[in-house]
């Protein structure tokens, strides 16, 4: 006896795009007839091949595989249009696939979004009851459930109010609290945690959590990638309707974040000379960047960064002429541009010298960040170059690099979504 | 290996149709059923009793217009009486047929979200419309004995038995009629505005203002060839013991029924897989 639950076999879903719907009653028995014939569709212009338009036609999904056991808890990440709400929408069988077969075993449950089948002019108790039996609950199991459901909720005094005049927050509480407390084999839940403030995100995460222990599996998609890692064993990364990769929660954000950072770890001189801003002058240069790179310790390239080592930004350099003082500033900005780190070259008093006075030539200088300095989040690098009152090269946002943190103590579980701060840096604490 | 309790496939086989499903999911209808009838009476004053007007005007306006000015012949029977009792029938089998008729649009909201078995809902429809008809049809008792108190040459008899089987064909007919134009109209709209119209016209092609007697023999065809006609003669003749009562209309009626409601099912059935990605 097996302990899969879902098995999914080559599961294909193509979409008509543009406007669906737009043909006629004509049309369509004229298709009709022919189609009983064996003839071809006479409505489809010349030239145009059946079901096989690239414009026109969407592959959702291409042949999905995977397979789900008991009592995990599956996360499914991608970008906007990877198909994982379709995936979801197969499974919880309100579209049927275009090809290919899923198997389930149990009684699944999906929250593909809160609050629909709520009544607007029935009162949240009613509408639990409502909601509940359109989940698939029956009227015994929802009274059973029904105190805990409204405890959940924290709507207490309004349950006898028309839904209609609840705000979207108690909406979206009480929704939630239904649909949590099925008691279905199977938990399908879309990114349903945008809604809500944080307190009840949380409470929200906890709780599916509590329902995976009970051994009941759950599929849940989510743009939180610290949910996923910390709800999740194992993730799917689907991107443009294929499986990606299938691997532990962590190796899949890992790589689905990396998808992200759009330019390489390197950046290259044509790519330099494209992005320069700044007062540059072009008869008479002083200072051309030849080369950015981010390195590891070891250095290779990279831009993916643990937030226990440390980060190296070399820069290459030409000076056409002899420079008198030159200066390069490092920012590290967020994705809002605001700085939040710099460093200069002639911060280092050890070597502030040799960049007074530098000859003609090319020169490789690079800066070492010390590890245990950024929090979870991404960053990009911005370069000044200046020589002052004379040349100002300005390179934003030439490359960009993400930092994994995953708390400097391995003892301790960190909490939520907390990580994504700009800095945190190691620091001392003390006790009197 | 064998034991999958779901397998989602992309085309069911037509005979598909899940009807233990219905079983399973009976808690759901019957709070549907509950929904339909108390949320649309939320913040009226007269909440129910809408159900009692409603018939109650229109056998009204019908009295004045077609019975005291037209001056269409009702078999003897007190006009009042005779209107109310088609209009009872008739009104359910109108609700059933508006009530499933638009499904897959109102409710796109829901079926594009949470799988439950889609034909809960036009189901339930016919339940709660049979709630109405309960309410409509005590007051259509209320007036039988009212007029038979007075005099009036009623002659109820035992064809009042077969009442529920009536009931039955109505909704079954409702019923399949409306899926079917609601499977349509997930591609094709225009199916919606002409149901409104639809009823209407069904309705003056159903002797409900006139009894089958006053229809000239050369276009009584026509009106046989409805199948409520022979439902709604049936429950007049039984009730008031005027017009007709044939087997045969009914065994039409029936077949008619039974064909149509299977077709609607199978419609059904097919449009509930992909109609979130037509709709």
């Given at each position: 006896m097996s302990d899969i639950v879902i098995q999914v076999e080559n599961i294909s879903k193509y979409y008509r795009l543009g406007l669906v719907g737009t043909t006629t009653l004509e049309d369509d028995l004229h298709r009709a007839w022919a189609k009983l014939r064996g003839k071809p569709d006479p409505t489809l212009k010349?030239?145009?091949?059946?079901?096989?338009?690239?414009?026109?036609?969407?592959?959702?999904?291409r042949d999905i595989s995977f397979e789900v056991k008991q009592s995990e808890i599956l996360g499914i990440i991608g970008r906007n249009g990877a198909g994982k709400s379709t995936l979801l929408k197969i499974l919880s069988r309100v579209t049927a696939p275009t090809s290919g077969e899923c198997r389930v075993k149990g009684r699944i449950a999906s929250l593909l979004e809160v609050g629909t089948g709520f009544h607007p002019e029935l009162t949240g108790r009613e509408n639990i009851f409502l909601n509940g039996a359109i989940l698939g609950m029956t009227k015994d199991e929802i009274r059973k459930k029904f105190d805990e459901i409204v405890a959940f909720s924290e709507v207490g005094k309004f349950i006898d109010t028309p839904v209609k005049r609840y705000s979207s927050g108690m909406y979206v509480r009480l929704a939630f609290a239904v649909a949590a407390h099925l008691d279905p084999e199977i938990l399908i839940v879309d990114e349903v945690l945008a809604v809500g403030d944080a307190q009840f995100q949380k409470k929200c995460l906890g709780k599916m959590r509590e329902v995976g222990k009970e051994g009941r599996t759950v599929l849940f998609v989510s743009h939180n990638m610290g949910a996923i890692n910390n709800l999740c064993s194992r993730a799917l990364?689907?991107?443009?309707?294929?499986?990606?990769?299938?691997?532990?929660?962590?190796?899949?954000?890992?790589?689905?974040?990396?998808?992200?950072?759009?330019?390489?770890?390197?950046?290259?001189?044509?790519?330099?000379?494209?992005?320069?801003?700044?007062?540059?002058?072009?008869?008479?240069?002083?200072?051309?960047?030849?080369?950015?790179?981010?390195?590891?310790?070891?250095?290779?390239?990279?831009?993916?960064?643990?937030?226990?080592?440390?980060?190296?930004?070399?820069?290459?350099?030409?000076?056409?002429?002899?420079?008198?003082?030159?200066?390069?500033?490092?920012?590290?900005?967020?994705?809002?541009?605001?700085?939040?780190?710099?460093?200069?070259?002639?911060?280092?008093?050890?070597?502030?010298?040799?960049?007074?006075?530098?000859?003609?030539?090319?020169?490789?200088?690079?800066?070492?960040?010390?590890?245990?300095?950024?929090?979870?989040?991404?960053?990009?690098?911005?370069?000044?170059?200046?020589?002052?009152?004379?040349?100002?090269?300005?390179?934003?946002?030439?490359?960009?690099?993400?930092?994994?943190?995953?708390?400097?103590?391995?003892?301790?579980?960190?909490?939520?979504n907390d990580w994504a701060i700009n800095v945190w840096p190691m620091l001392k604490w003390s006790l009197h | 290996m064998n034991d999958w309790d779901l397998i989602i496939k992309p085309k069911t086989r037509w005979f598909d149709l899940h009807l233990g499903d219905l079983w399973r999911?009976?808690?759901?209808?019957?709070?549907?059923?509950?929904?339909?009838?108390?949320?649309?009476?939320?913040?009226?004053?007269?909440?129910?009793?809408?159900?009692?007007?409603?018939?109650?005007?229109?056998?009204?306006?019908?009295?004045?217009?077609?019975?005291?000015?037209?001056?269409?012949?009702?078999?003897?029977?007190?006009?009042?009486?005779?209107?109310?009792?088609?209009?009872?029938?008739?009104?359910?089998?109108?609700?059933?047929?508006?009530?499933?008729?638009?499904?897959?649009?109102?409710?796109?909201?829901?079926?594009?979200?949470?799988?439950?078995?889609?034909?809960?809902?036009?189901?339930?429809?016919?339940?709660?419309?049979?709630?109405?008809?309960?309410?409509?049809?005590?007051?259509?008792?209320?007036?039988?004995?009212?007029?038979?108190?007075?005099?009036s040459a009623i002659h109820p008899n035992l064809i009042i038995l077969i009442t529920p089987y009536l009931l039955l064909i109505m909704a079954a007919l409702g019923l399949g009629v409306g899926i079917i134009i609601s499977s349509l109209t997930t591609k094709y709209r225009d199916l919606q505005v002409l149901v409104g119209f639809g009823v209407q016209l069904l309705m003056y092609a159903t002797p409900i203002v006139y009894p089958m007697s006053a229809v000239p023999e050369k276009y009584r065809w026509l009106i046989l060839i409805n199948p409520v006609t022979p439902i709604i003669e049936t429950f007049r003749y039984a009730f008031l013991g005027s017009g007709s009562f044939s087997v045969n209309h009914l065994i039409y009626s029936n077949i008619t029924t039974l064909i149509l409601l299977l077709l609607g099912i199978l419609l059904f059935n097919r449009v509930e897989k992909t109609f979130m990605d037509t709709v």
């Open positions: 010349i030239g145009q091949e059946e079901n096989n338009g690239d414009d026109d036609h969407i592959w959702a999904l990364l689907l991107e443009k309707g294929r499986l990606v990769l299938d691997s532990t929660a962590e190796e899949t954000t890992d790589k689905y974040l990396g998808y992200q950072v759009v330019e390489s770890a390197v950046a290259t001189e044509e790519e330099i000379n494209k992005r320069m801003g700044g007062k540059i002058l072009r008869d008479f240069a002083y200072v051309r960047l030849k080369k950015v790179a981010l390195l590891d310790k070891e250095n290779n390239t990279k831009n993916l960064f643990d937030a226990d080592e440390p980060i190296q930004i070399s820069l290459e350099f030409e000076c056409l002429q002899s420079v008198p003082d030159l200066r390069l500033v490092l920012f590290i900005v967020d994705k809002n541009d605001t700085p939040i780190y710099g460093s200069q070259n002639t911060d280092d008093t050890d070597i502030a010298s040799k960049f007074s006075h530098i000859a003609k030539g090319v020169y490789k200088t690079v800066c070492v960040i010390p590890p245990n300095t950024f929090g979870g989040r991404q960053f990009y690098l911005s370069i000044h170059i200046l020589y002052p009152k004379i040349e100002h090269i300005v390179l934003n946002k030439i490359l960009q690099f993400s930092v994994k943190f995953k708390g400097y103590n391995q003892q301790i579980q960190y909490g939520g | 999911y009976r808690d759901l209808m019957m709070i549907f059923v509950w929904r339909d009838f108390v949320a649309s009476y939320k913040q009226t004053i007269l909440g129910p009793f809408w159900h009692l007007l409603a018939p109650l005007i229109s056998a009204l306006i019908f009295t004045v217009i077609f019975g005291e000015i037209a001056r269409i012949p009702t078999d003897g029977l007190p006009p009042f009486l005779f209107y109310m009792c088609g209009l009872t029938a008739w009104n359910y089998f109108a609700a059933c047929l508006t009530g499933t008729s638009g499904i897959f649009i109102s409710n796109a909201g829901i079926f594009g979200k949470v799988y439950f078995p889609r034909l809960t809902v036009p189901v339930s429809t016919v339940i709660s419309s049979l709630v109405k008809f309960g309410i409509q049809f005590a007051l259509f008792i209320g007036f039988m004995i009212f007029f038979s108190i007075r005099g």
